[in-house]
């Protein structure tokens, strides 16, 4: 069975594709004539009213096409500094393309308080119905950027159950056993394997 996971981005899709790929769910990214979703991110207070936003584009998109009637993923997500009150929190995206790793890093310069955490949550519209769930993953913050692998905020993001290491420095499957994305999706697995919870 293959779902559709409209997002633009190829690390959300790969780490996707892991965990439904276990349980024989093959899952891709949603092109629309042959271009990934480009959604607009609606001004927002939480991650749930932008992941209800993007379902709603995707559906429209598909609409009278051959996809029409596929099974549909989206997500949101983003990333909760405790010492300021949460933010980025929805605005995480923004605030990577402004003021980057290194402005968050100058942010936090005289903070002993590194606690945060990612958080996403994940939509499946699955032949007419709608499921979704919530996932976390905590951590804290490191004082510099360490490893190359994932995106992001992967590069200071230091998970408690990481030993240690940045999620840069994680393999995918690494990530993919303990971050909050896979946490989310590993929800929706369940209400796919027990329809009636
Ligand atoms: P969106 O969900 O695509 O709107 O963006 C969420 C933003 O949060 C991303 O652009 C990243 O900056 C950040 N983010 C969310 N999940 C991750 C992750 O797994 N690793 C690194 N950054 C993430």
């Given at each position: 069975?293959?779902?559709?996971?409209?997002?633009?981005?190829?690390?959300?899709?790969?780490?996707?594709?892991?965990?439904?790929?276990?349980?024989?769910?093959?899952?891709?990214?949603?092109?629309?004539?042959?271009?990934?979703?480009?959604?607009?991110?609606?001004?927002?207070?939480?991650?749930?009213?932008?992941?209800?936003?993007?379902?709603?584009?995707?559906?429209?998109?598909?609409?009278?096409?051959?996809?029409?009637?596929?099974?549909?993923?989206?997500?949101?997500?983003?990333?909760?500094?405790d010492s300021i009150e949460n933010f980025p929190g929805v605005f995480s995206s923004f605030i990577f393309e402004t003021i980057g790793l290194?402005?968050?890093?100058?942010?936090?310069?005289?903070?002993?308080?590194?606690?945060?955490?990612?958080?996403?949550?994940?939509?499946?519209?699955?032949?007419?119905?709608?499921?979704?769930?919530?996932?976390?993953?905590?951590?804290?913050?490191?004082?510099?950027?360490?490893?190359?692998?994932?995106?992001?905020?992967?590069?200071?993001?230091?998970?408690?159950?990481?030993?240690?290491?940045?999620?840069?420095?994680?393999?995918?499957?690494?990530?993919?056993?303990?971050?909050?994305?896979?946490?989310?999706?590993?929800?929706?697995?369940?209400?796919?394997?027990?329809?009636?919870?």
């Amino acid at each position: 069975m293959k779902i559709l996971f409209a997002t633009g981005n190829k690390n959300k899709i790969a780490e996707a594709g892991t965990l439904f790929g276990e349980l024989g769910y093959d899952v891709e990214g949603l092109l629309v004539n042959g271009n990934r979703p480009n959604f607009i991110e609606p001004q927002c207070n939480s991650l749930m009213e932008v992941a209800l936003s993007k379902i709603i584009q995707a559906r429209a998109m598909i609409k009278n096409s051959d996809l029409e009637g596929c099974a549909i993923l989206v997500e949101d997500s983003g990333i909760f500094i405790d010492s300021i009150e949460n933010f980025p929190g929805v605005f995480s995206s923004f605030i990577f393309e402004t003021i980057g790793l290194s402005g968050i890093l100058k942010l936090l310069e005289n903070s002993q308080d590194r606690g945060a955490e990612y958080r996403c949550v994940t939509i499946l519209d699955w032949n007419g119905k709608i499921y979704h769930s919530n996932g976390i993953c905590k951590g804290k913050l490191g004082k510099k950027e360490v490893g190359t692998s994932g995106f992001g905020y992967d590069p200071i993001f230091i998970p408690h159950e990481g030993k240690g290491r940045t999620f840069s420095e994680m393999t995918e499957i690494e990530k993919s056993s303990i971050s909050h994305r896979s946490n989310s999706l590993r929800g929706l697995l369940t209400y796919l394997q027990h329809p009636s919870k």
